[in-house]
């Protein structure tokens, strides 16, 4: 069989504009089996289109997408896929063991459903009615349903949105318990933490396309090795996105950040200008890895 | 898909507004229609043959408000990422609407034979029951299709004009005679007329009219083809 072969996910040129905007924008993206990936990017990168896309509820309007090399509805057809939908509410007048039960049971090989509510945490609700839950519960029941059909590859999208804390940690061990069955895993977040902590590979999309695809650690390499901070004392900042391996240049009120990719080199160049103030220097934070990788060209143009 | 029935059919028990609004209605309304008056035996049976197709009316219409609830939740979405064809989907659906009519004719008939008395050859209930239970599939259609076009707001003031419109107008709630002529044949070419007539033909001892048989499978068609289009413009969205 030559399927088995194929990614759990591929998108190829991938394109879908909505009127004059294109939500994603020649998505280029491939996802091996049992991998878990998150898809990290802001409100409005294309993260929910690129879902929609996947899952087969919409169809881009140039390139291809593919899930286990065939088109999406077929693999959904198939029961090799299953979903956490990020505007789905409780279903009313029904419990929780009926509503998963009644999912698993459209599947080929479907878990057992106390199985399934075991997995997402909520086993003690199975005889609850699903409209009587509160936020996080609920957020878990929509998991169970996903897993519940024992599908290869499960989608969630934003699955955290809403939660607190606690019933966050919660959740996203339940979702490492999933994937440690050799499942395929995607999530998409724009909590930097929860990709960096859950899944193996960071893919960032920004403006419907992918800008930066590896580890927590590459992601932060590659977004632009350190971070040299200093006081200004009240001199200005012309000529510092000059000094050597300088790449960007932000003024915190009277403290400089120079985000850098020789730490050595910027700091020997300041010392030489007697600008040492408080001189703090750390490696670049995901977050700044992020805001370096997905920032509009022409922004880092203005300094 | 008869799992999927059989999951709707139970969510549409358990609303209580449902049980009171399509069951427990039309039978209060029949008592208290048929009660306040002279005792008239003839009316008592018109009457409940009305206030049933009134009920499964009701019923069908109803479909609309549970499309539309579980298309604003995300379920129907998430239906959609199961393998559980669309085609299964909405063919269960429109047969959970033909399902949970039936409580609603058998509430008023037992009503009827019960507690009004209302006496008639033993072989006419069950096939005015069933004839009733056809005959409300057209309704289920405009339900499904305003369920499926609309969002949850304004559905319910469309669903609620279509259901009460339809409802008085073809004279399941007063007779059509107290209506002016013109009226009365407007109301000829309503769906409920020809609805509550099937029924009452059955009681009085003849077949259904064969007109009256021809304007309901027109209507079928008519809003059929409505349930159908608004289904698949919906489906893109959903």
Redesign the interface.
């Known amino acids: 069989m030559k399927t088995t072969k194929a990614p759990a996910v591929s998108f190829t040129g991938a394109v879908k504009t909505f009127g004059e905007v294109r939500a994603v924008d020649g998505l280029d993206l491939e996802i091996g089996a049992g991998e878990t990936v998150a898809l990290l990017g802001r409100n409005g990168a294309g993260k929910s289109t690129a879902i929609a896309l996947l899952?087969?509820?919409d169809e881009p309007d140039e390139g291809h997408v593919e899930l286990f090399g065939t088109a999406p509805q077929t693999a959904?057809?198939?029961?090799r896929?299953?979903?956490m939908?990020q505007?789905?509410?409780?279903?009313?007048?029904?419990t929780v063991a009926?509503?998963v039960g009644?999912?698993a049971?459209?599947?080929?090989e479907p878990m057992a459903v106390p199985e399934a509510l075991r997995l997402a945490g909520i086993e003690e609700l199975a005889g609850r009615r699903v409209d009587k839950l509160s936020g996080g519960q609920t957020q878990r029941v929509?998991f169970a349903?996903a897993l519940a059909?024992n599908p290869a590859l499960i989608v969630l999208d934003e699955p955290t949105a809403a939660l607190d804390v606690e019933a966050r940690h919660a959740f996203w061990a339940s979702m490492r318990a999933y994937a440690q069955r050799g499942h395929t895993v995607l999530f998409s977040t724009h909590y930097l933490e929860e990709a960096d902590a859950n899944a193996d590979r960071i893919v960032m999309i920004d403006h419907g396309r992918v800008v930066a695809d590896g580890s927590g650690e590459e992601l932060r390499r590659a977004g632009g090795g350190s971070l040299v901070c200093f006081d200004l004392a009240g001199r200005g900042t012309e000529g510092l996105a000059l000094l050597p391996g300088v790449t960007t240049v932000e003024v915190r009120g009277d403290r400089a950040r120079l985000r850098t990719e020789d730490s050595d080199a910027t700091v020997m160049a300041l010392a030489a200008m007697d600008a040492v103030r408080n001189l703090e220097v750390s490696p670049a934070s995901l977050d700044d890895a992020f805001m370096a990788l997905t920032a509009d060209p022409r922004d880092l143009e203005r300094v | 898909m008869w799992?999927?029935l059989r999951?709707e059919v139970?969510?549409t028990l358990?609303?209580m507004r449902f049980v009171l609004g399509t069951v427990a209605m039309p039978v209060l309304m029949y008592l208290l229609f048929t009660n306040l008056g002279t005792d008239d035996g003839t009316w008592k049976t018109a009457s409940m043959v009305g206030m049933a197709a009134y009920g499964a009316l009701g019923a069908a219409m109803n479909t609309a408000g549970g499309v539309a609830?579980?298309r604003a939740?995300?379920?129907l979405?998430?239906l959609?990422?199961?393998?559980?064809?669309p085609r299964q989907g909405v063919t269960a659906r429109a047969l959970t609407g033909a399902v949970t009519v039936l409580p609603a004719i058998a509430a008023v008939m037992l009503a009827g034979g019960l507690v009004n008395g209302v006496r008639m050859d033993a072989w006419k209930w069950p096939v005015i029951a069933v004839l009733l239970w056809l005959g409300s599939l057209p309704f289920t259609m405009l339900g499904l299709g305003n369920g499926y076009r609309m969002t949850s707001q304004a559905m319910g003031g469309v669903n609620m004009l279509s259901y009460l419109g339809l409802a008085v107008l073809g004279g399941l709630w007063f007779p059509v005679q107290l209506f002016p002529e013109w009226l009365q044949h407007v109301s000829a070419f309503t769906p409920t007329n020809r609805f509550a007539q099937i029924g009452r033909s059955v009681a009085d001892g003849h077949a259904p009219s064969l007109v009256a048989l021809g304007v309901l499978t027109g209507w079928l068609l008519v809003f059929g083809s409505y349930a159908v289009v608004s289904y698949r413009k919906a489906a893109r969205t959903i």
């Open positions: 899952l087969g509820l959904v057809l198939a029961g896929v299953g979903a939908l505007e789905g509410r409780a279903v009313p007048r029904v009926e509503l009644f999912v049971g459209r599947y080929p929509r349903l059909g | 799992d999927y999951l139970k969510r358990r609303d609830e579980d939740i995300g379920w979405r998430q959609r990422i199961t393998p559980m064809t």
